[in-house]
């Protein structure tokens, strides 16, 4: 394993100026490291969700510095971080969000398309692969909407795999499903960084969740309160 | 970033929408097809009317003006010299109709590169004798073959041919005339002249202008045979008519060319000015028409991709989570403008082309234009050209803004705002 953390936060504060100004992220500060599996945790509102959109290089408005694979993202232009985020980090978000207009084969294909490492041909495959590890093969060829809401969590985990990223994470991504569904989807998150050794960033209000994670960053009025090892 | 995956990306997006898209395309359809028909029939029409006029007429005319002379006698004597002198009365001299040295002047014309053509006319007041009664008319004598090339002469000649009129003592009468004296082709009419000669001149031909006035007051015969009714030799000319390759320099030509040859030159500008006028409002209406009909297909358009984007605020929030740069994104959205464009534009254009090949088969007869039996239209390439450029150029604009608002939607707002 290299010495470079995948991912390095310093200082990192937050304002909203909305009539008046409130400060959502207070010098938050977080260090992510190479096959960690690691949840950020806390109540509604505590700016978790916030500290995720910048620390995924969506958000760039705010203070301090983000440092992504030992290379400084902060100030870059839009369409660098574009290309970084299509390279090297994966997506999951709390309402699915597949693309209703392509295949379940072709959102997964998507991002590689953009990525354009390899042809066509090769990204199909690779996406049937990832795709396998979820068990949703036989849904390839059907449009999202024909699918309930733990498939189509799954298909998105699928695309977030498929340009093999540096890290994957994800926004509350079993919030919204039932328990069962819930507990697939970990298995799964799981499985990646134990098999594949894939680094993993999950946001979460749900304690048992945090708790099966290798690392619990606990949240609170914008500051990170304590690092909890669950293991 | 390859456009393939771009253009992929869009294509989904219309199928999406695909009845709001169709409805995008077929106005943009509607307007270029539209814009064609109505810049083909108007141009058509003004070809027509213009053709009426400014086809006949010669692009200059060298004619001898009946005036009095400038140069008084008064001037040459020395006993009042310079001074201003005041002459009452004054006639114009007896100078005659004819052009002097006619020969050398059409030789020189003919030479001259920006000259299509040359045609002598001669000019001749008669009085047809019809039972006891006298008609008034004017005898043009032409070259039948050198006016058909130049004016189009042949196409007004309804009944005979204008080669007939190469046999001396012939005549092509005008409708009108032809008319009035209940004339037929074949018959033998008795003309005297201004100076009081009598010929008999034999009808082989009639022609109809389209002007009804003309056709009442005018016939043509050959230049051989109006000489020889005056008693005039062979390069006895009162007008010199030119053809120019490019009549636009018909005002600068006439001026120079009549200080050298010393004769009055008319061009045709000068004498058909309002004709110009009403071709170029005519024109600059169906053009002002044609572009509102696009301009309107445009805003159908930015409404369209308007409503698409607010529809896809979650797809456009998605493609830019996983690395869709704002520039693709305002690219699927410009391509979707232009493709909508390019398939309306390219069968409004076909659409266009049948239209016009619809209205040209409507019959349209009219006494006035013997040679005309459907409606006017013109197929200049031009036009198809413009509106296929205005097309895009309308579709592109109409997608810019649209485009450009989809570029900077944040997807931290979409994603967090669910």
């Known amino acids: 394993m290299t010495a470079n953390p995948v991912l390095e936060a310093k200082s990192i504060s937050k304002y909203f100026y909305n009539a008046s100004t409130t400060q959502v992220l207070d010098q938050v500060s977080i260090q992510i490291n190479r096959g960690e599996f690691v949840s950020i945790m806390g109540k509604s509102g505590c700016g978790k969700s916030t500290l995720l959109y910048i620390l995924s290089t969506m958000d760039t408005d705010y203070e301090g510095q983000l440092w992504l694979d030992g290379a400084l993202v902060t100030g870059k232009d839009p369409a660098y971080l574009s290309q970084l985020r299509n390279e090297k980090i994966g997506f999951v978000f709390q309402f699915h969000y597949l693309l209703n207009e392509f295949t379940v084969l072709e959102n997964v294909m998507i991002p590689a398309l953009k990525l354009a490492r390899h042809s066509r041909v090769e990204i199909a495959e690779r996406a049937m692969e990832k795709l396998q590890i979820f068990d949703m093969q036989d849904h390839a060829h059907k449009k999202p909407n024909q699918l309930s809401g733990g498939q189509k969590q799954r298909v998105s985990i699928a695309r977030a795999l498929i340009n093999d990223p540096l890290l994957i994470m994800g926004d509350e991504p079993t919030g919204n499903l039932d328990h069962k569904n819930s507990a697939l989807v970990f298995d799964k998150f799981k499985e990646l960084t134990q098999e594949l050794g894939q680094t993993l960033l999950i946001v979460t209000h749900d304690q048992e969740f945090a708790k099966a994670t290798d690392r619990t960053i606990e949240m609170e009025d914008g500051k990170v309160v304590g690092k909890v090892s669950s293991r | ?418």
């Open chain 2, 1 to 418: 970033m390859s456009w393939k995956l771009i253009l992929e990306i869009a294509k989904a997006l219309m199928l999406a929408r695909i009845k709001q898209t169709l409805v995008a395309a077929v106005g943009v359809l509607f307007s270029i097809s539209m814009f064609i028909a109505l810049l083909g029939f108007m141009n058509g029409l003004n070809s027509l009317l213009d053709g009426m006029i400014l086809n006949r007429t010669p692009h200059i005319r060298f004619y001898n003006e009946i005036k009095p002379n400038p140069n008084q006698p008064i001037q040459l004597s020395s006993e009042f010299g310079p001074d201003l002198n005041s002459i009452r009365s004054v006639k114009p001299s007896t100078s005659r109709l004819a052009i002097h040295n006619s020969r050398s002047i059409i030789q020189q014309l003919e030479q001259d590169p920006r000259v299509l053509g040359v045609s002598p006319k001669l000019a001749a007041q008669v009085f047809f004798n019809v039972g006891t009664l006298d008609l008034n008319s004017n005898i043009n004598g032409i070259d039948g073959f050198k006016e058909s090339q130049l004016f189009g002469f042949e196409e007004y000649v309804i009944e005979g041919r204008v080669e007939d009129l190469d046999q001396l003592n012939t005549i092509i009468l005008g409708k009108g005339v032809a008319d009035r004296m209940m004339a037929k082709l074949g018959d033998v009419i008795q003309v005297t002249t201004a100076q009081g000669n009598r010929i008999q001149l034999k009808v082989v031909g009639a022609f109809q202008s389209g002007l009804g006035d003309f056709d009442k007051t005018n016939s043509y015969a050959s230049l051989a045979t109006v000489q020889k009714m005056l008693g005039q030799p062979a390069s006895y000319f009162t007008d010199i008519q030119v053809k120019l390759h490019d009549f636009n320099q018909a005002p600068l030509l006439a001026k120079e060319l009549g200080t050298i040859f010393e004769v009055e030159a008319d061009d045709i500008q000068t004498v058909n000015a309002q004709f110009e006028t009403g071709s170029e409002v005519r024109n600059i209406i169906s053009y002002a028409v044609g572009i509102t009909l696009l301009v309107v297909a445009g805003f159908g358009i930015y409404n369209i991709l308007n409503m698409m984007i607010y529809e896809k605020l979650d797809s456009i929030a998605i493609l830019k989570a996983i690395g869709f740069s704002p520039k693709d994104v305002n690219r699927i959205f410009t391509s979707i403008a232009i493709l909508i464009g390019l398939v309306g534009s390219s069968l409004g254009l076909v659409v266009g082309y049948l239209l016009g090949l619809l209205i040209d088969h409507i019959p349209f007869e009219t006494d006035a234009l013997p040679t005309i039996t459907t409606y006017p239209i013109d197929y200049n390439p031009k036009f198809y050209l413009i509106g296929g450029v205005f097309g895009l150029l309308t579709t592109y604009l109409a997608g810019f803004f649209p485009a450009r608002k989809a570029s900077s939607v944040d997807p931290v707002e979409i994603i967090r705002g669910k």
